[in-house]
């Protein structure tokens, strides 16, 4: 059975960068579509990064430009590179995978039917 596993969350300072991993296990992995989310305290969970399985990207407006999402096939691991964090952007980042069909302007709303990592939590404070 597939599972997702986050890494990378931690404690920083305003300004400083984050790169957090999220690992499939099992032989094969080849979702339609692989997002981080994250949910902040006393919030809804938003989706802030898209990979599809054609390598095209799509970032909420919130990143602007600092986040970097990528992927590496051969580990079946998704990125999220964060840069010039901010205490806004504290909260349980998670990522899920789809595997069926999911209309592109859909890609940012959590789906209860993907497959949900257990999250790794990033923190910003000075």
């Known amino acids: 059975q597939v599972q997702l596993v986050e890494s990378g969350g931690g404690s920083v300072q305003p300004g400083e960068s984050l790169r957090l991993s999220c690992a499939a296990s099992?032989?094969?992995?080849?979702?339609?579509?692989w997002t981080w989310y994250r949910q902040r305290s006393g919030k809804d969970r938003e989706g802030v990064a898209v990979?599809?399985?054609?390598?095209?990207?799509n970032y909420r407006d919130f990143t602007k430009g600092r986040f970097i999402i990528s992927r590496d096939n051969a580990k079946k691991t998704l990125y999220l590179q964060m840069n010039n964090l901010a205490p806004e952007d504290t909260a349980m980042y998670y990522c899920?995978?789809?595997?069926?069909?999911?209309?592109?302007?859909?890609?940012?709303?959590?789906?209860?039917?993907?497959?949900w990592g257990q999250g790794t939590q990033v923190t910003v404070s000075s």
């Open positions: 899920a995978a789809d595997f069926g069909f999911v209309p592109a302007f859909q890609w940012w709303l959590p789906r209860s039917d993907a497959l």
């Open positions: 099992g032989t094969t992995f080849s979702p339609y579509l």
């Open positions: 990979m599809f399985n054609d390598d095209s990207t």
